[in-house]
């Protein structure tokens, strides 16, 4: 299977798109939330949701995208509010598309760093999961150059992770590296049937994120606007 690589040009056709995503490594039916228990450097502990919403989104490049809601807090405090877009295609890889990214203090909004659109500004789309995963593949997860510009890479089939919500097996295991971060390196393990269940900073950082549960999210999660996912 050829994957994009780098910022390499690679066609996209919209009709071989659709926001059903339905790959087993992380399938995205609208309304799950999953519910992550993370360290930062400082040794804080953080709570990340993930939220699949009803809503889609027509990219720049022609794809129509799922909207998935991921909100980092501490406490009841809001610290980083992004807005991702996915869709897979017919071979079963889940793309990535973009995201509206926000870092907040007191509420307010005081970074978008790493905000892109796939189509706008030369920005490309990348796969974060692929349809068909061996380990070796490498691919390029998002494109937007000096901005984002990261990639993955297969290592395991057969990985095994323990976390607050159970002991998994058969674990596909990911590496992911940052081209304009070079001494980067996280390590992401999904379970099949679950999604993301561990992502660990190998290099670079000292976060550890850790999944606690995984249920169906109220009417609206994750439609709120930024800094209030909820409304």
Not at 54 to 68: F, I, L, P, Q, S
Not at 86 to 100: F, K, M, P, R
Not at 183 to 191: G, I, N, R, T, W
Not at 225 to 231: E, K, L, V
Request: glycine letters at 12%; zero cysteines.
């Amino acid at each position: 299977m050829r994957l994009p690589v780098g910022g390499e040009p690679f066609p996209v056709d919209p009709a071989r798109f659709t926001t059903a995503i339905t790959n087993p490594y992380w399938t995205m039916t609208p309304g799950t939330r999953w519910t992550y228990k993370e360290l930062d450097e400082q040794g804080h502990e953080l709570q990340a949701v993930v939220v699949v919403t009803n809503e889609t989104k027509k990219m720049a490049d022609g794809v129509t995208a799922r909207v998935v809601r991921d909100t980092l807090s501490q406490g009841r405090t809001v610290l980083e509010d992004t807005i991702d877009w996915y869709a897979q295609d017919d071979q079963g890889n889940v793309w990535y598309l973009g995201e509206q990214t926000a870092e907040l203090e007191n509420g307010k909004v005081t970074s978008t760093a790493g905000s892109f659109e796939a189509g706008v500004d030369g920005a490309l789309p990348g796969v974060i999961v692929p349809g068909q995963p061996q380990p070796g593949l490498h691919y390029r997860q998002e494109y937007y150059q000096g901005k984002a510009e990261d990639s993955g890479a297969i290592l395991s089939l057969d990985e095994m992770a323990q976390v607050p919500l159970g002991l998994y097996k058969q674990v596909l295991l990911t590496k992911e590296t940052v081209a304009i971060e070079p001494d980067v390196l996280e390590y992401k393990f999904y379970a099949k049937g679950i999604g993301p269940v561990l992502s660990i900073d190998i290099s670079g950082g000292h976060r550890r994120s850790e999944l606690v549960s995984i249920d169906t999210a109220p009417a609206g999660a994750g439609a709120g606007p930024i800094g209030r996912p909820n409304g």
